[in-house]
């Protein structure tokens, strides 16, 4: 008998490598005043972040943890503080979620919500 399973679509996720940082301890950027990112992390039209209004911080946490390249952006623009905050409601995927919590098994846990 012939196998007619077809192949598994090869997707950019699939190929794409994940970044994450060394460790939650080096996530110290600062908590106050308006960031903005650069067009690799964001490159919507929108890209100054009030870290005083919560949306605008859940948004730039989802963008840099999504688009992150290196393991100094988490560093220049997360605190670990607001992230273990943030984490468990934090839109980032399933995918990511899962990396993230396989290497920092000190995230709170997700809720059953967040995707």
């Not at 007619?4 to 940082?21: E, Q």
């Amino acid at each position: 008998m012939t196998d007619t399973t077809a192949p598994k679509r090869l997707t950019y996720r699939d190929t794409r490598p994940v970044v994450l940082p060394g460790s939650l301890d080096e996530l110290q950027a600062s908590l106050s005043s308006t960031v903005t990112l650069p067009t690799r992390l964001n490159w919507s039209p929108k890209r100054d972040f009030n870290l005083s209004d919560h949306a605008d911080l859940e948004s730039l946490y989802i963008s840099v943890i999504q688009e992150a390249s290196t393991p100094a952006d988490f560093r220049d623009y997360l605190n670990v503080a607001v992230l273990e905050q943030l984490w468990p409601t934090l839109n980032v995927g399933p995918f990511l979620a899962r990396r993230w919590a396989e290497r920092f098994p000190e995230l709170p846990p997700r809720s059953d919500t967040a995707a």
